[in-house]
């Protein structure tokens, strides 16, 4: 490792104990930025890199609520508000029993350099709860839900902290959330997004992100004259990323032929076409069953316990979660001939299966970059709110193909290499950067 690299880690790790994916995604940025540093010492002299991997504010409370049999609950609630040098903090809320403190600060951390890359005027945030929505009543959740909004509401608002959905928190949480904070406030602002359709939602935010991460791959396959048809396509999970990547890849003629969860995947080499997608989808969004269903209903191969990369394929999109995929399972990719991920999940590589796709020189789309269509969108929902007016299904959805091909070109334009290879890593992290340092130094040490 570059010294300079491991002395800020050392710093890091020092300061922040215990958060292991956290360093993991500092380290992963700090390898990309401290050249680029070096060679442009004003973010140096301004500590830029030191001010940016320290939250603003972090905000931990207490979520007490009564289960179904009246017996009192405890979860732990956070919010990090991470940066605001471009915008309000911006990010989404996880609800999963793994969630922890350093959790978030990794996603939270990713989310900075991610909305700046959209180029909407978004600082980032991540917060959420170790809360897990699974095997719950509905109204567990909600009376979960308005325990958490009652403290979080006097952090945010709709010009100071927009938070958005994330793993466990979908449009019915986001409904139960915005109740309680509407009640609280007695005020209707755009204060969260992922919201209804017909109460201040966008058209296309929860298609966003899957169909971003496939706009993003389709942008990649074009700088080697490629595109998505015929190709096979391996997702996992089989949450919102995953059902609306699915559906895009299917549209621009790709096969889609594996779907997860977090006891295991399917395998359909047929492919999983619009009518199984609505199964996928009935089955997780309103029965909330396991995708092993998927496998009894159509007959085809249910591995338990496994993760989609042992499946051959072109083109990989994890879309489930951070670290799903390993160093062997990346060369297991790499060496069945998959030369483009894009991922819609944050993270989902551990480092050494970043350095294997990286050395072997695929398209590879971290997800700072690929999945960056859903905060986008995010962005969108909150301009419509201030406008009052909503716009077409057509305008959202060409808005973000927009975003997603700028966000390609801006990964191009810091990310190529003397060879002519494209190290989209590099290109994220440092496209992502410059915007938020330069607004960092204007606006003075603060
Ligand atoms: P959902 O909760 O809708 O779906 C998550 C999916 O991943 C489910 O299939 C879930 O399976 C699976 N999963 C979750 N945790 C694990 C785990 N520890 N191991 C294996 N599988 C797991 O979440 P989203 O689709 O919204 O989010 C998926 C990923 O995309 C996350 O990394 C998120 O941060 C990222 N993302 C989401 C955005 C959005 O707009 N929603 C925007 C940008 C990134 P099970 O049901 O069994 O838990």
Redesign the pocket.
Same mark, same amino acid.
């Given at each position: 490792m570059d010294p300079r690299v491991q002395q800020f880690m050392a710093m890091i790790k020092a300061r922040n104990p215990g958060e292991n994916e956290f360093h993991q995604a500092v380290q992963e940025v700090a390898e990309s930025l401290i050249p680029f540093i070096e060679e442009n010492p004003k973010y140096k002299h301004a500590k830029i890199l030191e001010r940016i991997a320290e939250p603003e504010r972090t905000i931990i409370f207490r979520v007490p609520w009564l289960d179904d049999k009246g017996e009192v609950q405890i979860n732990r609630g956070f919010r990090i508000e991470m940066n605001s040098a471009i915008g309000p903090y911006k990010g989404?809320l996880?609800l999963?029993p793994?969630v922890n403190l350093g959790i978030l600060k990794f996603?939270a951390f990713e989310q900075v350099f991610k909305n700046s890359l959209t180029t909407l005027p978004m600082g980032g945030g991540k917060g959420g709860s170790d809360f897990d929505p699974?095997g719950k009543s509905d109204n567990e959740v909600m009376r979960f839900c308005q325990s958490f909004m009652s403290e979080l509401f006097r952090h945010i608002g709709a010009d100071t902290d927009v938070p &958005?959905? /994330?793993?466990?928190?979908?449009g019915r949480e986001i409904g139960f959330l915005f109740g309680q904070y509407k009640r609280l406030k007695n005020e209707f602002t755009g204060v969260l997004t992922?919201k209804g359709i017909e109460w201040g939602g966008s058209l296309i935010r929860p298609e &966003?992100?899957g169909y971003g991460a496939t706009y993003f791959a389709q942008e990649m396959l074009s700088t080697r004259g490629d595109n998505l048809k015929g190709k096979v396509v391996s997702i996992? +999970?089989?949450?919102?990323?995953?059902?609306f990547a699915t559906e895009k890849v299917v549209e621009l003629g790709g096969k889609v032929v594996t779907s997860? /969860?977090?006891?295991g995947f399917i395998y359909d080499p047929k492919g999983i076409d619009f009518d199984k997608l609505q199964f996928i989808m009935e089955l997780?969004n309103v029965r909330r069953g396991?995708?092993k269903e998927f496998a009894d209903k159509y007959g085809v191969e249910y591995f338990e316990g496994k993760?989609p990369w042992i499946i051959k394929c072109d083109i990989a999109m994890p879309? &489930?979660?951070?670290n799903?995929i390993n160093e062997e399972e990346a060369k297991l990719l790499v060496k069945n001939g998959c030369n483009c991920v894009s991922e819609?999940?944050?993270?989902?590589a551990t480092p050494e299966a970043v350095e294997v796709f990286l050395k072997a020189q695929i398209l590879y789309g971290p997800?700072k970059a690929a999945?960056?269509g +859903?905060?986008a969108t995010?962005g969108l929902e909150m301009t419509q709110n201030s406008m009052r007016l909503p716009w077409s299904r057509e305008e959202v959805d060409e808005k973000l193909h927009t975003i997603m091909k700028n966000i390609h070109k801006t990964c191009v334009k810091y990310g190529t290499k003397e060879n002519g290879f494209i190290n989209y890593v590099d290109g994220a992290n440092i496209g992502g950067f410059v915007k938020v340092a330069n607004a960092m130094i204007a606006q003075g040490v603060v």
């Open positions: 989404g996880r999963h793994t996603l699974k &958005a959905g /994330d793993i466990g928190v979908g992922g &966003a992100t996992s +999970g089989s949450g919102n990323v995953a059902q997860s /969860d977090s006891n997780k396991r995708i993760r879309c &489930a979660t951070q799903e819609g999940s944050n993270m989902p997800g999945n960056a +859903g905060v995010s």
